[in-house]
């Protein structure tokens, strides 16, 4: 038994497990590589290399999620649905860095509550795929499963699993995170000067004016409490946490490290690594995997996931029910929130389990439209978080985060929002290789919707 050092409740370490243990139980979505030796190689590699993330941020990490669910402050997780290697590019990071910093500046003014901001960046290179392989014109390949795996152009060279790609996948997110740390700890996310976030494109948005009223009302409000208290030196400084999904066990595992002064293993590639919802088998390999790992741990619940099933799912991983240590992300669809969601709030409230809840509107209202082209309604991704909201408040539990994927780009991939994006407009700038991202203008639509939703009654809450 180990103390919790902040919740004082007894956390068992887990029975029978080892970094490896996954290794005994099916593990879906795994790539075949050609060539094993080739792949020990590169483990032994990235086993030697320094990690990411340390042990300290990933615990600090924990108690804001244990935060969160008790409604004290509100998690924002978002970025994109898969990084490339040649997205790892100064403007690219920096653009997706403002669009979170913006979007949590809005639910701060607006639901007057500390903002746990995590990026989905920084490692987010593993892609689940629906097929193992792909057929075009009569040639089948192996599919695209994000850069860290093979390429996505239709070769046989690209589409081979090359292991020197996780050595790639750990390098490129390390630089991710050095730029993203020095950002903000150089001052770009000092609160004194919130135009350092703004994007040159959208100076004509719809939104601008809304937004500008608010940095505006928060300019005044740091410039009168620094009239009375002196300089607010910390506002200078925001956390910011990383997570991906834990989907590539082998990655996962080589970045599973014991540290000194602490009990147990942590996963350091990253801050929050979560399941997705392939891979979500109560007795697979990824469970198996995240149970061990003492990070903070993410899982998908799509439709269909029984009452029962997340029940036994939940007793798995936070087998203590300790505080912050699992978030259930939800991503239902608008069309089937309503039927999907209710009986599991139930069961998990009956059963008295210590969850956060977060909204992942993005992943349940994917289409695609006669042309082949995947895509997002914005009018179905609010939907599904209004209905979120409302949901949670009918049965007492709390809507404490929304999972996004977003970039800081001018893409067109999600039709509607402020410019009410149409069919027509998508080839205009369409670069995602997997799924439909929000750009920064529905970013921050959705950001001051979730304000309009929830604001007051957050905040009621949080206080009572
Ligand atoms: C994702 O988050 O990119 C994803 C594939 O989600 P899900 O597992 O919920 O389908
Ligand atoms: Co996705």
């Known amino acids: 038994m180990q103390a919790d050092s902040r919740n004082l409740i007894a956390v068992r370490e887990p029975h029978d497990w080892t970094p490896d243990s996954w290794q ?8 075949s590589y050609p060539d094993a030796g080739a792949l020990a190689v590169a483990l032994a590699d990235l086993r030697a290399l320094p990690p990411l993330v340390t042990s300290w941020e990933v615990l600090a990490l924990q108690r804001q999620l244990a935060d969160a669910a008790e409604g004290r402050c509100f998690l924002l997780q978002g970025g994109d649905c898969a990084e490339s290697f040649a997205d790892c590019t100064s403007p690219l990071i920096s653009n997706r860095l403002k669009v979170l910093l913006q979007m949590s500046l809005v639910l701060v003014h607006g639901l007057k509550l500390p903002v746990v901001r995590v990026g989905r960046f920084a490692g987010q290179y593993a892609k689940p795929r629906s097929t193992d392989t792909e057929t075009r014109d009569g040639e089948t390949l192996p599919s695209y499963r994000g850069d860290i795996v093979n390429a996505p152009e239709f070769t046989a060279a690209a589409r081979q699993p090359d292991p020197r790609r996780l050595i790639e996948a750990h390098s490129k997110s390390a630089l991710t995170m050095n ?17 350092y976030w ?39 400084k925001v956390d910011f946490y990383t ?4 989907l590539l066990l082998h990655y996962e595992q080589a970045a599973t490290r014991q540290v000194p002064r602490q009990w147990g293993w942590f996963n350091l590639a990253t801050h929050f690594p979560w399941i997705g919802m392939r891979t979500a088998q109560l007795d697979g390999a990824h469970v198996e995997y995240c149970r061990g790992i003492r990070n903070p741990v993410g899982l998908k619940v799509g439709p269909g996931v029984k009452p029962d099933t997340l029940l036994r799912t939940i007793d798995v991983l936070d087998p203590d029910n300790e505080p912050g240590r699992l978030t259930l992300i939800h991503r239902m669809g608008a069309a089937k929130i309503a039927a999907e969601l209710p009986p599991l709030l139930q069961a998990v409230k009956a059963h008295g389990r210590n969850v956060l809840w977060c909204c992942d509107p993005m992943h349940g209202n994917t289409e695609a439209l006669a042309n082949g082209v995947k895509t997002r309604r914005f009018a179905n991704i609010r939907a599904e978080l209004d209905a979120a909201f409302d949901i949670h408040a009918a ?46 203008e529905q970013s921050l639509e959705l950001a001051m919707l979730i304000v309009r939703k ?11």
């Open 198 to 236: 703004d994007l040159a494109w959208v100076e004509h948005s719809p939104l601008q004016d809304e937004y500008r009223h608010m940095v505006d009302s928060i300019g005044d409000s740091v410039r009168f409490m620094e009239t009375l208290a002196g300089p607010i030196g910390s506002f200078g």
């Open 454 to 464: 929830c604001g007051n009654a957050l905040a009621t809450r949080a206080t009572d």
């Open 24 to 31: 005994r139980k099916a593990a879906v979505q795994q790539p």
């Open 395 to 440: 049965h007492g539990t709390r809507l404490g985060g929304v999972h996004l994927e977003l970039t800081g780009e001018n893409v067109t991939e999600c039709l509607g929002g402020a410019r009410d994006l149409a069919e027509g407009d998508l080839a205009r700038a369409y670069k995602s290789t997997v799924d439909p991202r929000l750009n920064y």
């Open 243 to 246: 997570s991906h999904e834990a």
């Open 179 to 195: 730029f993203t740390r020095a950002l903000i700890d150089g001052g770009f996310a000092d609160l004194h000067h919130p135009e």
